[in-house]
């Protein structure tokens, strides 16, 4: 995996599935604290029936987090609580990447976009 702008959300957790992970310099990351959008009328029962499902997810990503990277579970709920993005540097500190290098793709090499 090479993150060459930003990877946010949902989409760190599928960046640390990787076993190579770099970032271009200038790469950040992004987390915040999961949220669900809501729209209609909804009673008790719904209701925890989606901060459930939030918190199943919630937990889920901090494990495959904490797993991927080495952090630990405290380190990964202040980067969700606090809204932050990393550059590079804090990246590889944290364990998200191995460490930061420009893009090249090798010849004949496919290109995914996610």
């Given at each position: 995996?090479?993150?060459?702008?930003?990877?946010?959300?949902?989409?760190?957790?599928v960046f640390v599935a990787g076993d190579t992970r770099l970032a271009s310099p200038d790469a950040s990351f992004n987390f915040h604290a999961p949220t669900v959008t809501l729209d209609g009328d909804f009673d008790v029962t719904a209701l925890r029936q989606n901060a459930d499902d939030l918190e199943t997810g919630e937990q889920r990503t901090?494990?495959?987090?904490?797993?991927?990277?080495g952090m630990g579970?405290?380190?990964?709920?202040?980067?969700?609580?606090?809204?932050?993005?990393?550059?590079?540097?804090?990246?590889?500190?944290?364990?998200l990447i191995s460490t930061?290098?420009?893009f090249q793709v090798p010849e004949g090499v496919p290109i995914v976009t996610v």
């Open positions: 995996m090479h993150n060459v702008g930003i990877v946010s959300s949902a989409a760190n957790v901090r494990l495959v987090l904490a797993k991927r990277t579970g405290s380190r990964i709920d202040a980067l969700k609580r606090d809204s932050e993005t990393l550059d590079a540097g804090q990246a590889a500190e944290l364990g930061t290098a420009a």
